[in-house]
């Protein structure tokens, strides 16, 4: 038989892989992409910083970091002198957010007093989680400062130390850097009827969240003559006041000073005192909420009167002697210089004046 008739094997050679082919090709398509997301980003800034339609969203930003640490941030995003004019037309409408004449009573229902004195509810939103505590009782509150001149005190301690039930943040103080040592509040404090500490200046007045002597909640701007004439219990220094006469004072999401860990103080017509606690600063857990998503929260809840209290890294919550929210603080719970405490038998409680014989002036806000 002729060799040649024979079929012929065919023979494949197996071609190595271009190891320089593909790593160019994947550094292309990496460049692609890296061009790609540079030219979204410069997108995205230019539709930001000069579309008229995302003016809501720049002032949203702006707002979020104007309630932050991270204030001078806003700088860049609406300019130096829009920063200014922000901060002091919010402080404006604030100011006047106090003004109208409360009318609110309450009526404390034999169905409300058979409640247990404390319940604690979950909540969530739009971009946040947190928590509203209802008091029944709104007599049962009174206000917790530190025990020792210098320094603040925490919440979960001052429940711990005072035997109360429950404890949430309460007004604000001077916070240089915010590194301060909580010992230096803004405005006033009253606790248990008298004046602890007064920080203005003149007869001027301030606009205070607290409570009188038969448990309804006052907020607004008082001269300390007039919370006196009022038989006001406990208060402290803090706005804007979001609800009055059973309506909300914030228009809307854009009036709601960024998004941030927020505290707040309402009450019922029934007399229940209610907090809201919300957490943030928490990308995947909880950014935090404005202030109007706090007031519709109160209002849905039936508050009549409701005020904004110190938030951001002092927002906690304790019940039990145990911390329910999760604050946003990176150094964990912050020194305060007072807290809205519930006790069982608050006529048991004494709470001395830590501030008694000091001179506000003379008071170092930052030494630790």
């Known amino acids: 038989m002729n060799s040649s008739s024979l079929p012929q094997r ?5 071609k190595k892989p271009n190891r320089k082919r593909k790593k160019r090709g994947f550094f292309r398509t990496l460049s692609r992409l890296f061009l790609f997301f540079i030219i979204l980003l410069f997108a995205g800034a230019g539709w930001l910083y000069f579309a008229p339609s995302a003016q809501n969203y720049r002032y949203i930003i702006a707002d979020t970091l104007i309630s932050s640490q991270h204030r001078y941030l806003a700088e860049y995003i609406i300019g130096e002198a829009e920063l200014k004019d922000r901060v002091t037309e ?8 106090g003004d109208e004449k409360d009318t609110h009573s309450i009526v404390v229902t034999p169905e409300e007093q058979t409640k247990p004195l404390v319940e604690i509810e979950n909540i969530s939103g ?3 989680k947190g928590f509203v505590m209802t008091v029944n009782d709104p007599t049962k509150v009174r206000l917790g400062i ?3 001149q210098g320094a603040g005190e925490k919440v979960s301690s001052m429940v711990e ?19 301060g040592n909580g010992f230096k509040p803004i405005g006033v404090v009253i606790s248990q009827g008298k004046l602890y500490y007064n920080g203005l200046s003149g007869d001027h007045s301030t606009q205070i969240v607290g409570i009188d002597k038969q448990g309804k909640m006052l907020a607004g701007n008082y001269t300390l003559e007039e919370l006196s004439k009022l038989g006001i219990q406990e208060a402290v220094s803090f706005q804007p006041r979001i609800i009055v006469n059973g309506k909300g004072l914030i228009k809307n999401a854009a009036e709601g000073w960024g998004i941030a860990p927020r505290t707040a103080m309402g009450q ?12 943030g600063r928490q990308p995947g857990y909880s950014i935090g909420a404005n202030l109007y998503d706090v007031q519709q929260i ?15 890294s002092s927002t906690v919550l304790v019940k039990d002697n145990t911390i329910i929210n999760k ?4 150094y964990g719970e912050r020194y305060l210089p007072t807290a809205f405490l519930v006790f069982e038998h608050p006529e048991q409680i004494d709470i001395p004046n830590v501030w008694e014989g000091l001179d506000p002036a003379n008071i170092d806000a930052g030494k630790k």
């Open 146 to 148: 530190p025990n020792k």
């Open 298 to 312: 109160l209002l849905k809840h039936g508050a009549v009167i409701a005020a904004n209290l110190d938030g951001g």
């Open 126 to 128: 739009t971009g946040y």
């Open 327 to 330: 604050p946003s603080s990176q």
């Open 90 to 97: 919010y402080n404006t409408r604030f100011t006047h957010m």
């Open 10 to 14: 065919a023979t494949v050679r197996k």
């Open 161 to 179: 130390r005072t035997g109360a039930i429950a404890g949430v943040n309460g007004g604000g103080f001077a916070d240089p850097n915010w590194k």
């Open 268 to 279: 019922r017509a029934d007399g229940a005192i209610l907090f809201v606690v919300i957490d």
